[in-house]
């Protein structure tokens, strides 16, 4: 299929090459032409594993091309919409600004029968305001939500074998139409059995903020138990194994640490309460405010951890932040912890030397009053505390013996229970978990 794909960031990039690798002749459109010069050269703008090799290959078969004109997006037959819902500026709620720039400027450049597709993570009711705009239109398109269920670092895979496809189209004809398209666009996965949830607007959209505010919930959940964990002389992993083999529950995203971050679950929950509230239903999602509460109040704990680790005496002294991106895999540092907990440092007159194998660009445009080394072995040398704080598996992996010779005090701070406690002590270190005795 002719495909067009509104919005080159994290989303749409990844979807305009992933359709390419399917065999569909794609179209990318975005405002930022840097993002476009560095597109066209086959070259990721951001950090995802897979991505290089599917954009090279795609633009080499000469199926996927880059534009800043919209222009060029008609002739496509299906026109995915990837922009960002970004929160809004001193509140909770998403803006929208850029999903109805993006439709909007769609609009001159449809034939009858096309089929606009969000992908965008929106407040529920969006999706029918907006099938109500390209209806007035008089274009004969028609509008779908299909929500996007990317994993980073496992983004690509995500895009070509998802776990499950949502199709939110509308009522009678022009909705079997929609699912017929949609179905043509995905044939591959749906020949590989991938399950196919054909419903309403409405429940399309709720379906992506659901499945956020469940796992930050769960994540919240488990941090709060180490809350108590911590003043009980318990052990939250231990506790986090056991209630895991219970099948309702689940042992995946019951890991304490230092909390979650990035650009979807903590503006998704807002974002989600924000528009539980204009409905007159705030109170049904209420406790995402203490969910996002939680999540922040690990932060200040890591914080806190460090300060009482150097005998409150944290002036001048050299502090190791392993870790900038919010999660491994991965050079997104948007509400990152990590970033977030080594800035907090550094404010406070430590002498921070954060390391990450992939963040530091990003990092130094955001906060460039830090220190930073693009290895690890500088970072920890001579350091008076360790503080892992992005579960990097070549941190994971760091040998306390040799990094015991680099450092001056055998102290670290494991923001995310991902190392051997017993392994550490054993090497002469003082080592200390977060919800761990």
Known sequence: MRISVIGCGYLGAVHAASMAELGHEVIGIDVDPGKIEALSAGKAPFF????????TSSMKSGRLRFSTDIADAKGAQVHFVAVGTPQKRGE?????????AAVNGLLPHLNEGDLIVGKSTVPVGTAARLAEVVAA?????TLAWNPEFLREGFAVKDTISPDRLVYGVPAGAAGERAKDQLDEVYAAAIANETPVVVTDYATAELVKVSANAFLATKISFINAMAEIAEVAGADVT????????DARIGRRFLNAGVGFGGGCLPKDIRAFAARAEELGRGESVRFLLEVDAINMRRRDRMVDMVVESLGGQVYQKKV????????????????SPALDVAVRLNGLGARVIATDPEAI?????LHPQLGFATDTHDALHDADIVVLVTEWKDYRALDPVEVGELVRDKVIIDGRNVLDPVAWRAAGWTYRGMGRP
């Open 48 to 55: 995802e594993p897979g991505l290089g090799d599917i954009l």
């Open 320 to 335: 190791a932040v392993l870790g900038l991106a919010f999660k491994p895999d991965s050079d997104d540092v948007r509400d």
């Open 137 to 141: 239109s008089g274009t004969g398109a």
């Open 92 to 100: 909770n709620a998403a803006d929208l600004t850029y999903v109805d």
């Open 361 to 365: 660009p990003n990092s130094i445009r």
């Open 238 to 245: 231990s506790l986090a194994d056991a209630i895991g083999y």
